[in-house]
């Protein structure tokens, strides 16, 4: 049988795929058919550099040989078990999670799968509920993103992704996210007194603020669910001294801090998990994405003992098919090994540091970039208008067009692609999340390849 031409797949997909599963940045969308290192290759053989690696679910580089073995060796012994039976890589993988998360925080809990980062944030609800006496309110970020099942997106501050659905459960109350380049309060930085937490504080003063009883000690909200970094929001990098006044605040009021580890995990942000860069501990942490490299689905959550143990949360307490499945824990207790031997936290900053001073010489050298900042390999530029400040979403889809048409200069006459995400308030963002393992030839293409991008698309 032949093979059908790209052509036909994409008139295939026009009439059989749901558009609901995707995102169509570009028009017509992009086929790639393999993948190697930091590159994706389309069916001509372009290379296209990839600097969002799959939304930072490819931490360690696309068909990372070591994760890889690791998967084969599985499928050949123990490819397929049920979740009621016990596996070694389950409970291996579990301990090592568990035992590095009492090593950083040095609080003792336990370790609970899934198989996405949307299904965990919704096991995660179940289990603040559970060990608050069922409550159902929450707080969140304005700008944050936790996943789009239904209990995720009622924490999830976009209005599009519960718009059509309703709601099977209470949203979330949003508070501004410390954005010092566009702070909701007008302040700035060097001077503002985290004056966006003494906000927040302010709705415990007194109970006619809604959500305090002061007679009885009670807030009405169970839980603040963050991300270190905002991912979807735009890489956006909070002060200094933020979460430690918010933390104080929250512990003064009995609201449980669930850190949101999807996206900036495993030394995306240059620490094992992001919130380590701000000096606070977490009653609950998320993760998912990069723990497999993005070889097999899976995800889970960390709890603090007395959260999760088995006579507050025991067995069926929730639970699905695949949420441990021996591939993906195989893949993941893998990627844990292989993190355990590498010094990812110097590579990682070192890697970053440099990408970012690249970064800040484009800023120097294009009028449309408003900002750029960064924490690890979570970097963020932010296209706007000359007067670097109103957001220009439709330079950002021209810079993307410009990157995935594949016809950048490489040098020597090679014709490359750009792979880049776009996040943000305005959709005017660009985020970059670079494989961990990325060299620095690699960081100075990319720089060179974002300049080309940028003055054509201004032109």
């Known amino acids: 049988m032949t093979e059908k031409t790209e052509a036909e797949l994409l008139r295939d997909e026009a009439e059989y795929c749901s558009f ?3 995102v169509h940045y570009i028009d017509p969308p992009k086929i790639f058919s393999r993948c190697e290192g930091s590159y994706l290759y389309d069916s001509a ?3 296209f550099l990839d600097l969002q690696m799959w939304y930072s679910a490819v931490n360690f580089g ?3 040989p070591r994760l890889n073995e690791a998967l084969k060796k599985q499928i050949d012994t123990l490819p397929q078990l049920a979740c009621q039976y016990l596996h070694k890589e389950k409970i291996e993988l579990a301990t090592k999670i568990a035992q590095r998360v009492q090593k950083t925080y040095g609080s003792k809990g336990r370790v609970h799968f899934n198989v996405g980062g949307s299904q965990s944030i919704d096991d995660s609800l179940k289990l603040v509920r559970n060990a608050c006496g069922g409550k159902s309110l929450m707080f969140a970020f304005e700008g944050g993103y936790h996943g789009r099942s239904i209990g995720a997106s009622a924490i999830t501050s976009s209005y599009r992704y519960r718009r059509r659905y309703g709601h099977f459960g209470d949203r979330a109350q949003f508070v501004p996210f410390p954005y010092c380049y566009r702070c909701p309060y007008g302040k700035k930085k060097d001077d503002c007194g985290l004056y966006c937490v003494d906000q927040f504080a302010r709705m415990f003063e007194t109970e006619y603020y809604g959500v305090w009883d002061p007679k009885h000690g009670s807030a009405e909200y169970a839980a603040f669910y963050v991300e270190a970094i905002q991912g979807t929001g735009g890489y956006v990098v909070p002060p200094a001294g933020y979460f430690e006044k918010l933390k104080t605040v929250l512990d003064a ?7 949101d ?3 900036m995990g495993f030394y995306r942000a240059g620490k094992f998990w992001a919130l380590e860069n701000f000096n606070v501990k977490p009653d609950i942490i998320v993760f998912g994405k990069a723990v497999t490299n993005g070889l097999n689905p899976i995800a889970g959550l960390w709890a603090r003992e007395e959260l999760i143990n088995p006579q507050i949360f025991p067995p069926g307490s929730t639970h ?14 893998e990627t844990i090994k292989m993190m355990e031997e590498t010094d990812y936290e110097t590579m990682t900053k070192e890697k970053g540091a440099y990408f970012l001073a690249g970064i800040r010489e484009l800023y120097k050298k294009h009028k449309i970039i408003g900002d750029v900042d960064g924490l690890g390999m979570a970097l ?3 296209i706007t208008g000359e007067d670097r400040f109103t957001p220009d979403k439709a330079m950002t889809d021209k810079i993307v067009d410009i990157c995935m048409a594949g016809d950048l200069d490489a040098g020597d006459g090679k014709k490359v692609g750009l792979v880049l995400d776009i996040g943000g308030y305005y959709k005017n963002v660009i985020t970059l999340a670079p494989s961990l393992h990325i060299t620095t030839g690699e960081i100075d293409l990319a720089i060179r390849l974002l300049d080309q991008a940028f003055t054509r698309a201004t032109r």
């Open 253 to 259: 009021h009995k609201i449980l801090l669930v850190d």
């Open 380 to 382: 963020r530029i932010e």
């Open 320 to 333: 699905s098919t695949f949420s441990s499945n021996s591939l993906g824990t195989a893949a993941a207790l």
């Open 20 to 22: 609901g599963d995707t």
């Open 45 to 47: 053989g372009t290379p």
């Open 261 to 263: 580890e999807i996206q």
């Open 62 to 64: 696309y068909a990372n």
